[in-house]
């Protein structure tokens, strides 16, 4: 089910003003820019993504900062492992 226009306002507000504290946790920082700016589209633009339903709370899920930041790891590392996944795919298909 797609998400709504105010939800989705609310977690891109998030993960701007929250996004660069779970990359921070990845040691492998080349691609941050590329991440972030790919979370900022999906949000937008995912809402057909057959894969909405397992993104999507894995984006708010990371960015749950009342419990633990430890306790995300797992949540963080899924995000961004699945994010680079996708941006490989991409360039796979655009040839680069």
Do not use: C, K
């Amino acid at each position: 089910m797609p998400a709504s226009d105010e939800v989705s306002a609310t977690l891109r507000d998030d993960w701007t003003h929250g996004g660069h504290l779970v990359l921070a946790a990845d040691p492998d920082t080349s691609d941050h820019a590329a991440i972030h700016a790919w979370i900022l589209d999906f949000i937008e633009t995912g809402a057909n993504d057959p894969d909405q339903g397992s993104i999507r709370p894995l984006i708010y899920h990371s960015l749950n900062f009342d419990i633990p930041f430890q306790a995300t790891e797992r949540v963080r590392q899924s995000l961004i492992a699945t994010v680079r996944a996708r941006l490989a795919a991409l360039a796979s298909r655009r040839g680069v």
